[in-house]
């Protein structure tokens, strides 16, 4: 006995159709319509975060646009620093510091090395007169010191100005403000002929 099978009908076809429809699209709401927040980092796969993921805006004409993330996107250290750059103009010169007038004097009086217009006087045992031409020692630190020349291995130095009260000692020769009386004298205080600086310091 042939059984005769039946065709659906077309009602029954659109309504099937109707329904497949539907239930994509309720698929596809769910799928895009995700609350925010429901994705971190368990969900993404390996390999799942490209450069057009990370700034989609930088996609132009089908490619990524280098250059287009910026240095705060990165852990810090993660950038290396750049070359150096040219070095820059020099500042201006500042104003020149105090030049002091300065002379090295052997024992016997002699200038071994000086700054300039720098001439010396003798007057007995360890006593020198030091002129320093065309500079006041009124009221500037006068400095004087042993020199290692000496013949002694431990001497003092001593320096006080000319040119009479108040500002410094009658001096008997080269009594005037720009000369500086020097004596030098040994260990136990005797006056004795040795090598020594003096500075006049403006």
């Known amino acids: 006995m042939r059984h005769r099978v039946r065709r659906p009908s077309p009602a029954m076809v659109i309504s099937c159709l109707a329904l497949l429809v539907a239930l994509s699209g309720t698929s596809v709401a769910a799928i895009s319509q995700l609350p925010r927040g429901s994705v971190g980092t368990p969900q993404l796969k390996r390999n799942a975060v490209t450069s057009a993921k990370i700034n989609p805006n930088a996609v132009r004409t089908g490619h990524v646009l280098n250059g287009s993330l910026l240095s705060e996107d990165f852990k810090a250290g993660q950038i290396p620093a750049g070359p150096p750059g040219p070095q820059g103009a020099a500042g201006p010169t500042g104003p020149a510091g105090p030049q002091g007038r300065w002379a090295h004097i052997s024992g016997t009086g002699t200038v071994i090395a000086q700054s300039g217009g720098v001439t010396v006087a003798t007057s007995g045992t360890g006593t020198y007169f030091v ?9 500037k630190p006068v400095l004087a010191t042993a020199s290692r020349t000496s013949s002694l291995a431990y001497h003092y130095v001593t320096a006080t100005p000319c040119g009479g009260a108040p500002q410094g000692v009658a ?3 080269s009594n005037n403000t720009n000369t500086v009386l020097v004596n030098t004298l040994t260990e136990a205080g005797t006056l004795s002929n040795e090598s020594f600086y003096v500075m006049v310091v403006p």
């Open 131 to 139: 002129s320093f031409t065309g500079a006041t020692i009124v009221d």
């Open 171 to 173: 001096c008997t020769t």
